[in-house]
T-cell receptor, first 115, second 113 residues
Framework: DAGVIQSPRHEVTEMGQEVTLRCKPI?????LFWYRQTMMRGLELLIY????????DSGMPEDRFSAKMPNASFSTLKIQPSEPRDSAVYFC?????????????FGPGTRLTVL | DAKTTQPTSMDCAEGRAANLPCNHS???????VYWYRQIHSQGPQYIIH???NNETNEMASLIITEDRKSSTLILPHATLRDTAVYYC??????????????FGGGTRVLVKP
């Protein structure tokens, strides 16, 4: 199993540009999560999907952020327009089902730098 | 979900057992204790979870006190590769609270030769 795949691994962009982060969850997993990690705020959940449907987006910082999951094997997190304060490591994770033993598997992350 | 309290950092010697404490005094009866770790520059990794009984797997052991207000993660023979930030998380079993994990500050563990 390839695990959760994220691309790109590193992204450097200028303020005002659109940024799209991509994630391929583990095959067969029903849940997909987007997290953001910064030194100041730690690891925060942004949004999660169940069966491609957004369930909780209360962690999405503002309207500049949007996430989609068009099918079970692909999700995107888009920032438009990007700002320097969006610089962080963005992780995607997936899990198989509900229940106590359904650990989340994390991808390697995308390190985003907005200049 | 109940809040957890962990020491900010701790050191341990390579080859020795590492005992990582976690306080969750406000835990409810339907909340599980989960442990994840994050090695530098990697995504978090699941370690173990439990409700009230002690649990063991190939990575670690989890000891939960009888009143469930605290727990200890034990790495039986710490190696340099165990150097990481360890997160103790308490959460309600889905579907009542969805499938969310809330990460706190964790304990930064440094395994020394």
């Amino acid at each position: 199993d390839a695990g959760v795949i994220q691309s790109p691994r590193h992204e450097v962009t200028e303020m005002g540009q659109e940024v799209t982060l991509r994630c391929k969850p583990i095959s067969g997993h029903d849940y997909l999560f987007w997290y953001r990690q910064t030194m100041m705020r730690g690891l925060e959940l942004l949004i999660y999907f169940n069966n491609n449907v957004p369930i909780d987006d209360s962690g999405m910082p503002e309207d500049r952020f949007s996430a989609k999951m068009p099918n079970a094997s692909f999700s995107t997190l888009k920032i438009q327009p990007s700002e320097p304060r969006d610089s962080a490591v963005y992780f995607c994770a997936s899990s198989r089902r509900q229940g106590a033993g359904n650990e989340q598997f994390f991808g390697p992350g995308t390190r985003l730098t907005v200049l | 979900d109940a809040k957890t309290t962990q020491p900010t950092s701790m050191d341990c010697a390579e080859g020795r057992a590492a005992n990582l404490p976690c306080n969750h005094s406000t835990i409810s009866g339907n909340e599980y204790v989960y442990w994840y770790r994050q090695i530098h520059s990697q995504g978090p990794q699941y370690i173990i979870h439990g409700l009230k009984n002690n649990e063991t797997n190939e990575m670690a052991s989890l000891i939960i006190t009888e009143d469930r207000k605290s727990s200890t993660l034990i790495l039986p023979h710490a190696t340099l590769r165990d150097t990481a930030v360890y997160y103790c998380i308490v959460r309600v079993v889905p579907p009542a609270a969805g499938n969310k994990l809330t990460f706190g500050g964790g304990t930064r563990v440094l395994v020394k030769p």
